[in-house]
């Protein structure tokens, strides 16, 4: 839990879709260092690409859920990718799981815009 935590935004195969990539856990500790970044991040889809985030407190997942309440208002498409089994578990434990667009991988995930 104690690993750093990155992130790296790339474009899409599509027109105004990006994928922001997290590395390591998404927790209260880490969040701080892109949080801003991240809410001001409002392409027409954004991709969020877990594979490489092995754990979400309820820090993290109220983060991400605060940016899927932002693109929903703005109409705009926010999309899960690669997320595990551990995070998956947290997201269906408090119901978000139902909420939120999960895809396995970020190919996926393009496929379905």
Do not use: W
Request: net charge negative; glycine share 6%.
């Amino acid at each position: 839990m104690d690993a750093p935590f990155s992130f790296h935004t790339q474009p899409g195969r599509k027109d105004g879709t990006q994928i922001l990539t997290l590395t390591g856990p998404l927790t209260l500790n880490s969040m701080f260092s892109f949080q801003n970044e991240f809410r001001a991040m409002r392409p027409p889809v954004l991709i969020v690409d877990m594979t490489e985030c092995p754990y979400i407190d309820s820090a993290g997942l109220g983060l991400l859920m605060n940016q899927y309440v932002s693109a929903e208002n703005g109409q705009r498409t926010f999309l899960l990718a690669g997320v595990n089994s551990r995070v998956e578990a947290i997201m269906a434990s408090t119901r978000v799981k139902a909420i939120l667009s999960l895809f396995p991988t970020v190919e996926s995930a393009e496929a379905s815009i």
